[in-house]
T-cell receptor
Framework: KNQVEQSPQSLIILEGKNCTLQ??????????LRWYKQDTGRGPVSLTI?????NTKSNGRYTATLDADTKQSSLHITASQLSDSASYIC?????????????FGGGTRVLVKP | DGGITQSPKYLFRKEGQNVTLSCEQN?????MYWYRQDPGQGLRLIYY???????QKGDIAEGYSVSREKKESFPLTVTSAQKNPTAFYLC?????????????FGQGTRLTVV
C-alpha cells in the first residue's frame, strides 16, 4: 500500500530560526515528490516538485531534498518568519500512465513564534 | 486573474439534506478533482474528471456525486447517504494527469452538519 509518513506532526520554532521537516514514503514506482504549504482554512500551494533524479530544489527560504534510494525527503525552512506558520504537506506521485494517484502525507503543522 | 474558485467558503447541512459545493476554474485545465481533508489526515480523493462528460470514482466516493458538463465546472454533491460529511473539501485542477503535472487547489469549502 502506498503511504506517506511525515514527522513531526507539529513543531514550534522561534522567528529567525531554522527547522527541518521529514517525509518518508513507500510509493513505488516513483515519479515525483512535492511539498505544499497550506495556511489554516486555505488550499495548499505548491512549494517544490522533484523527480527521482533530483536531489535538492529550493524556493526562496524553502529547500527540499530527496533521497530516492532511502525513500526520504526533507523540507528545510531557513530564517523562519511568522508567515511560515502553516501546515506543510508532502505528496508523492507514482509513475503510472493514468490514474491520478497522488498520495498525501498528514502534514506537519509549524508555528513560528516571535 | 486565473485560478480555481470554490464556493461557498462555509456550508452548513442539516441531517438528511443534500448540498452542492461549487468549483470553477479558468485555467483551461482538462482535469479536475475533489478531495476531502480531515484533521491530521492526508487528503483523500473523492472523484476526478479528466475530460468533460466523464468522471471516475476516487478512494472515498460513497455518498458523493459529481457532474462535468462544462470544462470549467466540477460541482460536488454531498448526499444524505454520506454519514460523516463534516470536513474540509478541496477542489483541484491540472493540465493533465497529476502523476506528471502540477495540481492547483482552490481555497476550500468547510462543510458542517448541524
Amino acid at each position: 500500500k502506498n503511504q506517506v509518513e511525515q514527522s513531526p506532526q507539529s513543531l514550534i520554532i522561534l522567528e529567525g530560526k531554522n527547522c527541518t521537516l521529514q517525509c518518508n514514503y513507500t510509493v513505488s514506482p516513483f515519479s515525483n515528490l512535492r511539498w505544499y504549504k497550506q495556511d489554516t482554512g486555505r488550499g495548499p500551494v505548491s512549494l517544490t516538485i522533484m523527480t527521482f533524479s533530483e536531489n535538492t530544489k529550493s524556493n526562496g527560504r524553502y529547500t527540499a531534498t530527496l533521497d530516492a534510494d532511502t525513500k526520504q525527503s526533507s523540507l528545510h525552512i531557513t530564517a523562519s518568519q511568522l508567515s511560515d506558520s502553516a501546515s506543510y504537506i508532502c505528496v508523492v506521485s507514482p509513475f503510472v500512465a493514468a490514474g491520478n494517484k497522488l498520495t498525501f502525507g498528514g502534514g506537519t503543522r509549524v508555528l513560528v513564534k516571535p | 486573474d486565473g485560478g480555481i474558485t470554490q464556493s461557498p467558503k462555509y456550508l452548513f447541512r442539516k441531517e438528511g439534506q443534500n448540498v452542492t459545493l461549487s468549483c470553477e476554474q479558468n485555467l483551461n485545465h482538462d482535469a479536475m478533482y475533489w478531495y476531502r481533508q480531515d484533521p491530521g489526515q492526508g487528503l483523500r480523493l473523492i472523484y476526478y474528471s479528466q475530460i468533460v462528460n466523464d468522471f471516475q470514482k476516487g478512494d472515498i466516493a460513497e455518498g458523493y456525486s459529481v457532474s462535468r458538463e462544462k470544462k470549467e465546472s466540477f460541482p460536488l454533491t454531498v448526499t444524505s447517504a454520506q454519514k460523516n460529511p463534516t470536513a474540509f473539501y478541496l477542489c483541484a485542477s491540472s493540465a493533465g494527469d497529476t502523476s506528471f503535472t502540477e495540481a492547483f487547489f482552490g481555497q476550500g469549502t468547510r462543510l458542517t452538519v448541524v
